[in-house]
């Protein structure tokens, strides 16, 4: 998405300043300009003329998708800090933190779940018709995915003992895509046990089963 405004200031340099502040751009380089009016002194301040600039800002999707996050944040009434940063290759990660965002965690991350999707859809929609490259963008709240996912990897040991010991499988409870391959991935590092996963996509349990060698 392009942004584009026109400022004035005393000189070149401050109106260039300006339209940083306000295309909420990191620098100047990262803004495109063009100088419509140069600054003129006047005589004895009479007849001065400030500088003015067209400047333009193309903003990345994953801005969108902060903007997103903040302004649902604000129309919430939820004080928090919102930061975002690089994750793995392209995926971009906007943190959440502040004692009123557990709200938006939900039963087992759902309602974050839902969040993250609505980020990804306001970081990816179409402009003007068209569709820019795809962006990933993980969303966390107060550290949230990080302590699930050794909880997860804790329950994942926990019951592929079970199965080993009382030579019986273990069905867990529905899932999230992103939850059953944190389960299949611990699951992977133990022997004498394996995974599946079955039922709908909206109901898919992972099963921890013995593997052949073990049963043999």
Not at 103 to 115: A, E, K, N, R, V
């Amino acid at each position: 998405m392009k942004k584009e405004i026109i400022t004035s200031a005393k000189t070149v340099e401050e109106a260039v300043a300006l339209a940083v502040a306000e295309l909420g751009a990191p620098n100047a380089d990262a803004i495109e300009y063009t100088v419509i009016e140069e600054p003129k002194k006047g005589l004895f301040g009479i007849g001065a003329v400030d500088a003015k600039i067209s400047a333009a800002y193309t903003v990345g999707a994953e801005v969108n998708a902060l903007e997103f996050i903040k302004k649902l944040l604000c129309d919430m009434n939820i004080e928090a800090d919102v930061e975002m940063t690089d994750g793995e290759g392209d995926e971009k990660r906007i943190s959440i933190s502040g004692e009123s965002a557990a709200i938006l965690i939900g039963h087992h991350g759902d309602t974050l779940d839902s969040l993250q999707y609505l980020a990804n859809l306001a970081a990816n929609k179409r402009v003007d018709g068209k569709k820019g490259d795809y962006v990933k963008i993980t969303v966390d709240v107060e550290g949230y995915r990080a302590k699930r996912e050794e909880t997860l990897r804790a329950l994942a040991r926990r019951m592929a003992s079970k199965v080993i010991k009382y030579k019986k499988s273990v069905m867990l409870e529905p899932m999230n895509p992103y939850e059953r391959r944190i389960i299949h991935s611990e699951i992977q590092n133990m022997e004498g046990v394996s995974t599946n996963s079955i039922g709908s996509e909206n109901n898919r349990k992972v099963v921890i089963f013995l593997s052949n060698d073990e049963e043999a």
